[in-house]
DNA sequence: CGCCGTTTTGAAGACAGTCAAGATGCGTGG
DNA sequence: CCACGCATCTTGACTGTCTTCAAAACGGCG
């Protein structure tokens, strides 16, 4: 699966590194070294990219496509923690210790990823301490989004959970509408449940008042409408 | 607040912040250097170290004592993110780009912070980037706690969060007692509630069940038992 | 067009939240 | 050292929201 020079399937040349904000403060040479390291796979929608608790010596790039992590109950319940697009990374944990995954991720469509061996990363961060400050901004900023995910969970209802959910799909995904803002949901109702901690049922319930409130539209299963965007902030 | 050479009011010179894991990598020299751009507070039992919102332009490291770190919702409803104790740090956020406080901070006990200037900080990251490697483990392991709890929070009822949460006070806080595990409460009821994102009645009601199902013994409302350590694993 | 997976809808039941009252315990001051 | 008073914790009854189970409708795809 190695690339040498030109095998990148995706983007012509060393490019694809470029749209990875990590990388973003380096040269174009310094570049073609990190290009160098790289090794290129490619998934399915439905393939596992990474199972909870294997080994795991790499970190791990989107290039392209989105990615759910997420983990298992005993009793078999899915929690969803990220969705991973384009430029987000994840295995970082295991960047100077060794150890295991602890999360599952799932390719949720048709995905590239670079992947890089953990030493050798190791050996970009001396190089490039830029690179660590780049880390350290998104790791916080990941940091952030799950302490305001934690607080949902724990305070708010799943009404407004859900609508959380949406504002934040909204802000990533979202393109301007006549009546609002539009969207096409990444997840099934299942997939949206587990990322909020409810049954499917309520998503679906919710999703549905939502609309007969006027609040949202919904064309088809996946595309959304938001009309209006300040009743979600509640 | 600024202490010079040997204003530290509670350890000699400077290996105060050898204590510290983020600068455990650094000589000598290097730590007394670092002593310098130090600046201490102490905070009695219930002062606020840090609110919302507020500007922040300093890491700041707990010293000795412990902090909680906490966010309210519009309705009031308060959500404690982390407990921090010594050697742990927070402000992390701003580090690179100027910005306000996501959460409130607040002393549990009497507690001595270091605090250190953003831009001092970033000097020093320039000058010793081992420090960021520290501190990406610092914040993974962080993020780790976060996905836990999330993942409690979305999958879990308040039995098994509760469950959860002791045994992680027992981990950090525990000591070997004849019967099993002993530590001491560092919330009160609704400190927990509000960590594990319950009603205070609810872990009253827990706790007690715990105690009648022989798993736990409380001694007075802060200390407690752990007997059977496993039956808290389920 | 028909099938299968997903989504919706309905009804019942459980868990946890809220409100209210009473008990406990701790710190203070006499 | 004891007694008082306030804060915290416990207990009980009720309510609401969400989950669960079951079945019907929908929709995408071969």
Redesign the interface.
């Known amino acids: 699966m190695k690339s040498g020079n030109g095998g990148c399937l995706h983007c012509s040349h060393q490019l694809c590194a470029k749209r990875v904000p990590i990388f973003s403060a380096l040269e174009e040479k310094e570049l073609s070294q990190v290009v160098d390291l790289i090794l290129r796979r490619q998934y399915e929608k439905g393939e596992m990219i990474l199972l909870e608790g294997a080994e795991l010596d790499s970190l791990i790039i989107v290039n392209h496509g989105m990615v759910k992590a997420f ?1 298992y ?3 078999g ?3 969803i ?1 990220y969705l991973f697009s384009e430029g987000d990374f994840f295995g ?2 295991n ?3 060794r150890g295991e995954a ?2 599952n991720a799932e390719a949720l469509e048709r995905t590239h990823v670079c992947m890089i061996r953990n030493e050798d990363f190791q050996e970009l ?2 190089d490039y ?1 830029e690179i ?2 780049k ?3 998104e ?2 900023a ?3 989004r ?2 305001g ?3 949902s ?4 209802n799943a009404e407004a959970r859900l609508s959380a959910v949406l504002l934040e799909f909204a802000g990533k995904y979202g393109t301007s509408h006549p009546e609002g803002i539009q969207f096409d949901l990444p997840f099934s109702r299942e997939g949206i449940a ?1 990322y ?2 409810a049954a499917r049922e309520t998503v679906s319930r919710r999703l549905n008042r939502l609309q007969e409130e006027g609040i949202i539209d919904m064309i088809g299963n996946k595309k959304i409408i938001i009309k209006d965007k300040n009743a979600l902030k ?1």
């Open positions: 983990r109950t005993e009793e319940k899915e929690q923690l970082e944990k960047l100077l210790s602890t999360y961060l001396r301490p660590s400050l880390i350290i901004r790791l916080s990941r940091l952030d799950l302490e995910a934690l607080q969970m724990g305070t708010k587990n909020i901690g509640l």
